[in-house]
């Protein structure tokens, strides 16, 4: 059984920032790894994904520049950290895990992760 926790979510202010946390933790030794989000009345949008051999990494066009995706020695344990953020970002974030084929894949959507976190709530005041 694979366990998927993040954690790290609260209020901040517009410009201020955050800094979101993930752990996946069973069979498996490391696996690639993703951030969602969904803010109400929306549907589930990818944030960020990190290969399994950290060789790549994709951000969806609103976050580039202001979020960045990190991932510990350790490999299964990774990292959002959330700069300048705006009203926008107000969110419940998800984050995801699978073991994948393959060291370079990056997974970008919701069908291709396996295990999910319960998510941790964001919300950016104006």
């Known amino acids: 059984q694979v366990e998927v926790v993040e954690s790290g979510g609260g209020l901040a202010q517009a410009g201020g920032s955050l800094r979101l946390s993930c752990a996946a933790s069973?069979?498996?030794?490391?696996?690639?790894m993703g951030w969602f989000r969904q803010a109400p009345g929306k549907e589930r949008e990818f944030v960020a994904a990190k290969s399994w051999d950290d060789g790549k990494i994709e951000y969806a066009d609103s976050v580039k520049g202001r979020f960045t995706f990190s991932r510990d020695s350790a490999r299964n344990t990774v990292h959002l950290q959330m700069n300048s953020l705006k009203p926008e970002d107000t969110a419940v974030y998800y984050c995801?895990?699978?073991?994948?084929?393959?060291?370079?894949?990056?997974?970008?959507?919701?069908?291709?992760?396996?295990?999910w976190g319960q998510g941790t709530q964001v919300t950016v005041s104006s």
């Open positions: 069973g069979y498996f030794s490391s696996y690639a």
């Open positions: 995801a895990a699978v073991v994948p084929d393959h060291s370079d894949y990056v997974p970008t959507r919701n069908s291709e992760y396996d295990y």
